[in-house]
């Protein structure tokens, strides 16, 4: 069990510029999840997937904003025309799902940063 | 939709000391609930949680939650606190059902010890 892992740690970007995150969720785990946190504030959920089927995604996540697992495995989540308000930490999760509501486990997340 | 109010944003206490984290849920169905740690900078470590059966739980680290159904309160305790034990921690609500678990957490308690 190697964990979450989410690249990269930082971006710094300029408002106007897409930017794209990866997360690889733990192995064996077909469910995973994408939340937002701003500061002081408790992450927010983004968007889920279930293997490679995006099953739901919040009304925070706009339409500059898309999610992908393409293979079930790895996760990308891209945000196009960035701006001030997007600045937040990007935290990935992933579950098992032997019975509803396996524990997530979280990766260190990824901080963005909008100049 | 579910809810989650954790009352104290910022908590002092001295080395040694006892602890109680307040953590209040609104959700229409039995809840699944649990507790996160969070060290700055990093992602969220989940301390314990709670899904049925006994409503006193024990986690990681000496800490242990109880779930009182009547009061909608699932409290976050540890007999002694180390210095380590300095972070911010969240109390969240994972919903069932066709949410599939997603987490819907609290604002946070911001814990710091004293020596």
């Known amino acids: 069990d190697t964990g979450v892992s989410q690249n990269p740690r930082h971006k710094i970007t300029k408002r106007g510029q897409n930017v794209t995150f990866r997360c690889d969720p733990i192995?064996?785990?077909?469910?995973l999840y994408w939340y937002r946190q701003t500061l002081g504030q408790g992450p927010e959920f983004l968007t889920y997937?279930?293997?490679?089927?995006?099953?739901?995604k919040s009304r925070l996540l706009s339409d500059r904003f898309s999610a992908e697992r393409p293979k079930g495995s790895f996760s990308t989540l891209e945000i196009q025309r960035t701006e001030q308000g997007d600045s937040a930490m990007y935290l990935c999760a992933s579950s098992g799902t032997a019975i509803s509501n396996q524990p997530q486990h979280f990766g260190d997340g990824t901080r963005l940063s909008i100049l | 939709a579910q809810s989650v109010t954790q009352p104290d944003i910022h908590i002092t206490v001295s080395e040694g000391a006892s602890l109680e984290l307040r953590c209040n849920y609104s959700y229409g169905a039995t809840p699944y609930l649990f507790w996160y740690v969070q060290s700055p900078g990093q992602g969220l470590q989940l301390l314990l949680k709670?899904?049925?059966?006994?409503?006193l739980v024990q986690g990681i680290k000496g800490f242990e939650a109880e779930f009182k159904r009547s009061q909608s309160s699932f409290n976050l305790r540890k007999p002694s606190v180390h210095w380590s034990d300095a972070a911010e921690y969240f109390c969240?609500?994972?919903?069932?059902?066709?949410?599939?678990?997603?987490?819907?957490f609290g604002q946070g308690t911001i814990l710091t010890v004293h020596p």
């Open positions: 997937f279930q293997n490679e089927a995006q099953l739901e």
């Open positions: 969240a609500v994972g919903a069932g059902g066709t949410s599939y678990g997603k987490l819907t």
């Open positions: 709670y899904f049925s059966g006994d409503t």
């Open positions: 192995s064996e785990h077909n469910r």
